[in-house]
């Protein structure tokens, strides 16, 4: 049986930052329209979260079972690995999506009942990222699925349950956030292209190939950055975010050098700092 920091590390807590930083940011915009509702941002966070730890496991066995993770280079799993058995997997995943959808229950009971068909579609497109007879995830449309959940609906539906409307700078302040959550999907999928070619698995970064997808990397980060000088010609105090392109340096300069198998994981691991530091600085320029 799996210990528990075995457990801990099969939820892949580096990739938490793609459900914490939507949530703060659509709670910024609410912010900025004086409307915070401090006990539906938490369980608006708490389903992000639950929704990302989910999708994690059921990842972990849906590749297991298939075999695509016996030969990996970056965070342990726990069926490919043989720590736990997928079935014990498969059933940590469906709880988390349960526990969130009851959370999410909440949420549509106070505001609206076409919450309940976002979640489900949600929860569907959890699953079948590796689930499923046809996962999308291996047919390159795993970067699409993340930019919708983890910035589009993330950021909106937060600024929702709080303002009960859907405003323009939600909209808007969604695009940068969905790309650095694209950005850390790329490295990941930069640093697996051997064991997923291998493997038939058709990834964005398998159909482009090692170069461009590098390429894709950096364009995330610069688009991100980018779409936040939009976002301030209508709330100045956004462009406090722009202070983390800092932040952004070493990791593009090190994909761009040609990093590859355990040298991504440090990238993982920085794109991740870097997107928590720009949630905060454009959470709090948004309620400003």
Known sequence: ???????????????LPNSIVPVAVGTGVAIG???????????????????????NY????????????????GPMRLVGSKVAPPKQVLAAAFGCFALAAVAGLVLAIVTSWWLILIGAVAIAAA??????????????????????????????????????????????????????????LVVNNLRDIPTDTASGKRTLAVLLGDGRTRLLYT???????????IVAFSRP????????ALLAIAPNARVLRGAKGRELIA??????????????LFTLGLAL
């Open 219 to 229: 364009g995330c980060d610069v688009a991100a950055f980018l779409s936040v000088v």
């Open 127 to 184: 699953w079948f990222y590796t689930g499923g007879s046809r996962p999308y995830g291996y047919r390159a449309l795993g970067e699409l699925s993340v930019f919708v959940f983890f910035g589009l609906v993330s950021v909106v539906g937060t600024a929702y349950v709080q303002l009960e409307s859907l405003p323009w700078a939600a909209w808007v302040a969604a695009v940068p956030v969905g790309l650095l959550s694209c950005s850390m």
């Open 267 to 280: 990238v993982l691991g920085e794109t991740g700092r870097l997107q928590i530091i720009f949630g905060a």
């Open 237 to 244: 105090w956004a462009i406090l975010a722009l202070a983390s």
């Open 33 to 55: 329209y004086d409307h915070f509702v401090w006990w539906r941002a938490l369980l608006a966070l708490f389903v992000s979260l639950l929704l990302q730890i989910g999708v």
């Open 1 to 15: 049986m799996a210990t528990l920091s075995q457990w801990v590390a099969g939820s892949r807590p580096r990739t």
């Open 58 to 73: 059921a990842n972990d066995y849906s590749d297991g079972i298939r075999g695509t993770d016996e030969v990996r280079v």
